[in-house]
């Protein structure tokens, strides 16, 4: 893929991730003034990550990456605004939630409990476990990246009181 093809594809995405944000945003009652921000960090992360993985970085290392991106931008505008973190934070993470491994690894069980051929179940239960870990390490990084900037901060916030 060409530079200019993966800045189309990158726009494109973080474009629909935007989208996804914003239902995500309002389904949780953020106020209207958040609500632009909350686009931008959301587009900003998802394209973060699919950059990072057409590189060749692994999906659950993009995804701490992105999630990262996110909680330092959400705990930026928090400040700002005087509000919590998890107010920019929640609906841009919810697009980098990873739908598809779980997905994949509930149906690689199920199929395991239909297969009557053991050969066959034995590939699928490592499919399914494979992507079931994925999808936990991913959710467990997810949560990792957004809350570590805010907690840094308020690390550093209570640090700079107690030296006063």
């Given at each position: 893929?060409?530079?200019?093809?993966?800045?189309?594809?990158?726009?494109?995405?973080?474009?629909?991730?935007?989208?996804?944000?914003?239902?995500?945003?309002?389904?949780?009652?953020?106020?209207?003034?958040?609500?632009?921000?909350c686009a931008l960090i959301g587009a900003f992360g998802y394209a973060l990550r699919a950059a990072l993985t057409s590189g060749g970085l692994g999906m659950v290392s993009a995804t701490l990456c992105a999630a990262l991106l996110i909680g330092v931008m959400a705990t930026i505008l928090a400040q700002r605004y005087g509000v919590s973190g998890t107010l920019f934070a929640v609906g841009p993470a919810i697009p980098l939630v990873p739908g598809s491994y779980a997905y994949k690894a509930v149906m690689?069980?199920?199929?395991?409990?239909?297969?009557?051929?053991?050969?066959?179940?034995?590939?699928?239960?490592?499919?399914?476990?494979?992507?079931?870990?994925?999808?936990?390490?991913?959710?467990?990084?997810?949560?990792?990246?957004?809350?570590?900037?805010?907690?840094?901060?308020?690390a550093l916030q209570q640090g700079n009181r107690a030296m006063r």
């Open positions: 893929m060409s530079g200019a093809e993966l800045a189309v594809s990158l726009i494109q995405k973080g474009c629909w991730a935007a989208v996804a944000t914003l239902g995500f945003s309002i389904l949780f009652n953020v106020p209207k003034y958040a609500l632009p921000y690689g069980i199920v199929m395991v409990a239909e297969s009557p051929q053991l050969e066959r179940s034995t590939e699928l239960l490592l499919t399914a476990f494979d992507n079931g870990i994925k999808a936990v390490l991913t959710i467990l990084f997810l949560s990792f990246g957004i809350a570590l900037p805010g907690l840094a901060w308020s």
